[in-house]
DNA sequence: TTTTCACATATTGTCGACAATCGGAGTTGC
DNA sequence: GCAACTCCGATTGTCGACAATATGTGAAAA
């Protein structure tokens, strides 16, 4: 379902698809070193692919490269974060007031189950947040889909929700936003549901708008703790 | 100035940017494909730099790439172009309204000086149309560089002008869309010096709007002509 | 004639080794 | 004590050769 099922491709593409869940997850630290030998020999594959890989990686701005120098996980800093919510509140939102016209009755049916089995996830409070995070992705995915813009669903596909995935990993200790967010997200529904796509719009910019300001203040209160 | 100067880094680095040049260009052809040891002995290196600048370019669509199979120039075809249309709406749009409130007067100023010289070289008229095209696109770039964005600069700048650029390319010698494109560049610099973001966000969403209308006439022509 | 299969060729994927470049330890001079 | 310089180790960049896979051709069978 989601773009980032494990690909049985070549080697290059394992590497990548496995560097990005390393990134991602923070088991490769942000900032930190990519050593290609290092890397290669745990992959266990000769050093070509793996510099492939990392390219591609590159252009997901999920790595910094420098020639002559190396590659490092990206930093996710505030700057960098705020920058990525204004971009998704824009694409996301675009995305929501095509999806309002496009999008099959079936389709915002489909969306109305997802949201009733996240509400049951988190009624259950069986301990896994994460995997109701993941969810909301699935969410803001298949509304992309419903845009029918292949382009818009690549950019936020493949690129933007790595990065978010990797936020979200990172505060993920101290999330305690998911029901209002779920509440928001069936306020979407319904607006898709009656075709109102400026509404379903500005009800997506709001959403993701919460979410940032809630980002940033876990952010804020890291660094508080960190000083 | 453009982020599309030529970098003298790493071999791959140079093929991914000739490869570029060539593409946006029309000198290699839409849909083309692309022989790694036929480009390797063209410019001169070996086929590991080649295959990553064609992850690259993979990265930043301008080519499709096939495991096992290879890579062949995109196809820009109607729905691939109303989609990048669509989403550079909403991106530059977005960079029109915040860079109203974050641009210097300085930089406002420069803006209006680079249509002054843009006015020049259409009365003059040179023959040179495709150097006001770019003169176009350094236009837009400034406004994104204006938001003070890295994402969206990143995002405008290296993906989505090179397509920009290449469509410009296929359609360059019936364009004459110049004059009004002027005209509109100049009120969207009007409504920045006024610090009216929604104004600006509006007159840049309609200026993309008209180059997209213009550009599928041409399109609707074309394949008319071709039937 | 058409379909299908097998083979030959071309192209991509991968590896190991070598060259080029960078970062840091240690030294020297001020 | 501090700055700059030099050298060395480590890492990246590059190449050529080999293996794996797909494509195209031709022959054989229906």
Chains 1, 2 share one sequence.
Not at 115 to 134: C, P, R, T
Not at 185 to 191: C, F, G, K, L
Request: include cysteine.
């Amino acid at each position: 379902m989601l773009p980032y099922t494990p690909e049985q491709g070549t080697l290059a593409d394992i590497a990548s698809h496995r560097l990005a869940q390393s990134i991602v997850t923070g088991e490769l630290a942000q900032g930190q070193k990519l050593n290609e030998a290092e890397l290669a020999e745990r992959f266990g594959m000769g050093r070509g692919p793996l510099r492939e890989a990392l390219r591609h990686l590159e252009g997901m701005r999920l790595v910094n490269r420098i020639p002559n120098v190396g590659a490092r996980v990206v930093v996710l800093d505030r700057k960098t974060l705020s920058d990525l919510y204004a971009v998704r509140e824009a694409l996301e939102g675009m995305a929501c007031r095509i999806a309002a016209t496009r999008m099959t009755d079936d389709e915002i049916d489909q969306l109305r189950k997802l949201l009733d089995s996240h509400e049951k996830q988190i009624n259950k409070q069986g301990g896994k947040v994460y995997s109701q995070k993941e969810g909301d992705l699935d969410f803001h995915y298949q509304i992309a889909r419903g845009s029918r813009n292949q382009m818009l669903m690549d950019m936020l596909g493949s690129e933007q929700y790595q990065l978010l995935r990797m936020c979200r990993y990172r505060t993920s200790r101290n999330a305690e936003r998911t029901g209002p967010a779920l509440q928001q997200h069936r306020h979407i529904v319904e607006a898709l549901a009656q075709r109102d796509g400026e509404l379903a719009e500005m009800l997506m910019r709001r959403h993701i708008q919460g979410a940032w300001h809630s980002i940033s203040e876990m952010i804020t209160k890291e660094d508080e703790a960190a000083a």
